[in-house]
């Protein structure tokens, strides 16, 4: 049973990153813009069905195949930035609605382009690590991995380098930041870009391991938001903790009451945690 | 000046017109116009962002026809114990919601994972809601005609009579509370909630209040919805569902009694009157969603200022 649990734990992880992804996309959107991106789900499936074409369509390498995928995801994200997100910053309601238009949008374009028959990409990375009587494919271990990488390597940014430090300035104050020579216009774009472009990189390794379908985006965004506001909106290594909660509550709910609730154990734990620490678990700005 | 005026004229449309696909898109628009109505008086006028209204919707539509069924009595008399449901589960999110002072953004996910969290039993209580397959309404709810005794309500033009006439009695009656001092707490509450409380406004009691009617409202669009479409499933229940309604809410004009009417008619109306393929469809959707946000950010009822009046 202990290995169960442990199994459980660690598929509970690694879906917890692929939601830290994208939480820490809501969190810095929400964070420099003040709009919460519900389309990011959206980017995310773009992202995988790019990596799942230039894989298996055009017989690219898997890892440049990712890369790319990346690209597209965040010139997708450039483009929605220029063509709606500059009208929506801080208005959360307006910036919600835009993204749920452009979620339809998107979602059409990908029924219209690869229709609604799910997609499974060739193994890439096949076989699996047993680690006593615990086994773990190694695309699993891959991608949760890279992902760490990746979200370690923005907080290192974010704390270190000058752009991280304007990023976190205008996060508490805009206005001083701008006065300090910030250039907040750019900076709202490239962090609009950037999230889009870590939800592009989740979609892209999603893409490895899952089958693809053209609602994909809903459930993480959801999932994204969730870990983001467990974890305190603003708190850019809480978004990963939070997603990795999430995704062991779930895991673990799953194991010992019924499954079809599964969505629901993460849902009632933020209940749980926003009724009594309001601002999240690592409190945050508020 | 009532809005509710302006809405007798359409009693004649039955009369000018035969067309069913237009009688078809203006029912759909009455009983999604109920449900914007509903959301507007929480979020237009009391500034709450709920995102529970679509669960109502949902719950509307079964706990009618389930209490219908089981019970054998009619659709009217069925409507009262469902209200009762739909009263408790608002006062039970209701109070943990703002109990907590749950505001805005943390306000709107809690909703929302509340409403998850009953589309979720729903969906899985196989033995009394079918599951994913939903259920198949075959009951009408019925009227007494003079002369003729209890009628089925069915065919096109009697429902849209049906919800012509609810539409006006819900139009009234958010006009009535809206212009009485409850809708001037809202008011307060909407524009400063420190300051509403120190001039003495109970905010709990009209946020309660104010989240209740809405889920009132939902459900007795929903009700209608699963008795005229002949259909409950799941998706009713749905996030799409809330964020339908808010975006009629929002494309009509935010905060005036018709707006949402008019909102749930372009959105309802709009992708069926350019002929398109289901894909497409979504998409127009999308972006009329996208454009009236983006050009008219005070809603159509905003272009004319003067509806805005009487309205």
Known sequence: MTQVILGQVLNGIIVGTLYGIIALGVTLTFGITGIVNFALGQFMMIGAYAAWHLTDVVHLPYPLSVALAVLIAGLAGFLSDRALFQFTRNNLVNGLLVSIGLISVIESGALLLYTATPKNMDFVLSGSWTLGAITISRMKVVTFAVLLAVIALTWLALANTWLGRATRAYAQNPEAAMLMGVKTEMLQVGVSVYSCALAGIGGALYAGIYSLEPSMGALFILKGVEAAILAGVGNLAGALVGGIILGITESIGALFLPTAFRDAYGLVFLVAILLFRPSGLFGGQK | ?311
């Not at chain 2, 009693?11 to 116009?33: D, M, Q, R």
């Not at chain 2, 946020?207 to 998706?235: C, R």
């Open chain 2, 1 to 311: 000046m009532s809005a509710a005026w302006l809405l007798v004229p359409l009693y004649l449309v039955p009369l000018v017109s035969h067309n069913e696909v237009l009688l078809t898109i203006l029912i759909f628009t009455y009983i999604l116009g109920i449900l914007a109505i509903g959301f507007n008086i929480v979020f237009g006028y009391a500034g709450q962002l709920t995102m529970f209204h679509g669960a109502a919707f949902g719950i509307g539509g079964y706990a009618t026809f389930l209490i219908l069924s089981k019970l054998g009595i009619s659709f009217w008399l069925a409507m009262l114990p469902m209200f009762a449901v739909i009263l408790l589960l608002s006062m039970l999110v209701g109070w943990v919601c703002f109990k907590f002072r749950l505001r805005e953004f943390y306000f709107a996910v809690v909703t929302l994972a509340f409403a998850e969290l009953i589309r979720l039993v729903v969906l899985n209580w196989n033995d009394v809601t079918n599951g994913t397959l939903g259920l198949l309404v075959l009951d009408k709810p019925t009227i007494w005609w003079p002369g003729r005794g209890l009628v089925k309500i069915d065919g096109t033009v009697p429902w849209y009579l049906l919800t012509l006439t609810v539409l006006c009695a819900v139009t009234v009656v958010s006009q009535l509370i809206v212009r009485s001092w409850i809708g001037r707490n809202f008011a307060a509450i909407r524009l400063n909630e420190e300051l509403a409380q120190t001039l003495g406004i109970n905010t709990f009691r009209y946020k309660m209040l104010a989240f209740t009617i809405s889920n009132v409202f939902a459900a007795l669009a929903g009700a209608l919805f699963g008795f005229y479409s002949n259909y409950i499933e799941p998706a009713q229940l749905s996030i799409t569902q809330s964020l339908d309604a808010i975006a009629m809410v929002l494309l009509g004009g935010m905060g005036s009694i018709l707006g949402p009417v008019v909102g749930a008619f372009l959105l309802t109306g709009l992708p069926h009157v350019i002929e398109f393929s289901a894909e497409l469809r979504a998409a127009t959707y999308g972006a009329i969603l996208i454009l009236v946000i983006l050009l008219m950010p005070r809603g159509v009822v905003g272009l004319f200022s003067r509806w805005r009046h009487v309205a």
